[in-house]
């Protein structure tokens, strides 16, 4: 079990930047393979980034190049920098955990923060 607390949203110009963390309590960080989710008004939630527990990454299309997930084991807390934001990118922003057997899947799972909304607007 793991709880999960996000921080970092707020409200920037289209083409700024912001870094979303989310720390992780009350279990071992270093056992769950880590996401970012974001759920937009009117949409479904979709994945953004995902890291394994030994620090592969992946990226949807939309973000890649722009955004980078990363964790700090050290720290139990995942980030997620995000540059070059757009309008799109406009939504609640979630960390996600799941306690994965290996150390190289990313999978979504059970557990999930409360959220951090994350507004582009000139």
């Known amino acids: 079990q793991i709880q999960l607390t996000e921080s970092g949203g707020g409200v920037v110009r289209p083409g700024g930047s912001l870094r979303l963390s989310c720390s992780g309590s009350g279990g071992d960080f270093t056992l769950f393979a880590m996401g970012w989710y974001r759920q937009a008004t009117g949409k479904q939630r979709e994945l953004v980034a995902g890291?394994?527990?030994?620090?592969?990454?992946i990226y949807q299309p939309p973000v890649e190049g722009r955004f980078t997930i990363s964790r700090d084991n050290a720290k139990s807390t995942l980030y997620l920098q995000m540059d070059n934001l757009q309008s799109d990118d406009t939504a609640v922003y979630y960390c996600?955990?799941?306690?994965?057997?290996?150390?190289?899947?990313?999978?979504?799972?059970?557990?999930w923060g409360q959220g951090t909304l994350v507004a582009v607007s000139s």
């Open positions: 890291i394994s527990r030994r620090g592969d990454t």
């Open positions: 996600n955990a799941a306690n994965t057997g290996t150390t190289t899947s990313i999978i979504m799972g059970t557990y």
